[in-house]
């Protein structure tokens, strides 16, 4: 399990890298921004079909890839907790998550922290979408036979 955490925030700090050089190289053209986004969530299941291994159970298998989203949230209630003078350290928040901050800058929705604190647990939720690919592959369903 802390093989799994410690590969699910790896992968975070991998996905984040390249879908901030990504959107720093599409500038301000939506279906860009849009693709990089949808790029960074296929990262996330692509990184867990391909390197996470499979624990007893699916709630174990989404505890084993917490902690990158542990991690968001800790930063989001802390910063929803203390705010600064004209929100500065939500931007930390928001950079963490760069695809809520991406998004927020061309869906017309504020960046605002009731909005976005959200965005925490989509790390998680994409490596654990990976690693049920995954074990489907590894134990497909038996069929019963009449």
Known sequence: MLRNNLLSLAAHAIVLIFSGLLSSMAGRQPLWIYFVVLLSFFGYALFGYLYMHQMR?????FASVSLASLIGLLIGVYCWSFPSLMGFN???????NLYAFLLA????????????IWFFIVPSLFLWIGMGLNSRKMYPSKKIKD
């Open 90 to 96: 939500w931007m930390i928040f928001l950079f963490y």
């Open 105 to 116: 800058d061309f869906v017309p929705f504020s960046p605002e922290p009731k909005l976005t």
């Open 57 to 61: 159970t699916s709630l174990q298998n």
